[in-house]
């Protein structure tokens, strides 16, 4: 073998192991940058957790502050937006227990969900709750899944009770497919001395919705 040829394989050689090396380096540094930005997303994450739960205890005592106000007109506008935000938020719970479900058992115990979040003595609706057993619903996978919804108060009367309706999305399937997405209707009751609803009815579904809202 010439000289000049084993130069050649000398610096073929040199330049594959340099290759191999700054290949192992980069994945080094791509590994080490990616659990660096994995890490920075988690803070981020915890940061943004963090400023949403101190905006929303800064809001209350804003609201609490300017409730008890001189100002009467102001001091009822507050009030009502509270009332508002207490309606919904109890109601979304109500939509989600009623129409989020994974089986046929998790489906049976929608009463039962559902009545946690009612005065003990509420008037509901026997409709919502057919009875059934779990052997005529042998065979099929159901499951249920809430997407939205949104109420409407009305004026709240001397004992405390609010007229509400309630609209709700969702989805229906049957054996993994997706066979429906009614949006329907409830008439509700809440008492704002108790803060819970008293009343649940069904009136019934409206047109069927092409697509699922956020």
């Known amino acids: 073998m010439q000289a000049w040829q084993k130069i050649q394989i000398g610096i073929a050689s040199t330049l594959i192991c340099l290759g191999v090396a700054s ?3 980069g994945q080094k540094k791509q590994a080490n940058y ?18 949403s739960s101190i905006q929303a205890d800064n809001e209350n005592m804003l609201l609490d502050k300017k409730q008890n106000a001189n100002n009467q007109a102001t001091s009822e506008s507050i009030r009502q937006v509270m009332l508002n935000r207490a309606i919904k938020t109890r109601a979304v719970k109500v ?26 003595k509420a008037t ?4 919502l709750f057919p009875k059934t057993n779990l052997g005529q619903l042998k065979g099929q996978k159901i ?3 809430y997407y939205s919804c949104a109420t409407t108060n009305g004026i709240e009367d001397a004992n405390g009770n609010v007229p509400v309706f309630l609209k709700v999305h969702y989805g ?10 009614p949006t329907e209707g409830f008439q509700l009751t809440y008492n704002t001395k108790s803060g819970q609803f ?12 092409t697509g699922k809202n956020e």
Do not use: W
């Open 23 to 25: 290949g192992v380096m």
């Open 34 to 51: 990616d659990a660096e930005l994995n890490k920075q997303q988690t803070i981020l994450a915890q940061k943004k957790k963090q400023l």
């Open 95 to 120: 939509a989600k227990a009623l129409f989020n479900y994974t089986d046929a058992t998790d489906y049976l115990k929608r009463q039962n969900k559902v009545s946690v979040l009612l005065d003990k």
């Open 124 to 127: 509901v609706d026997p409709a």
């Open 143 to 145: 499951a249920g899944d």
């Open 172 to 181: 229906t399937y049957l054996n993994n497919k997706l066979i429906a997405t």
């Open 198 to 209: 008293t009343s649940l009815k069904s009136v019934g579904k409206f047109a069927e919705d």
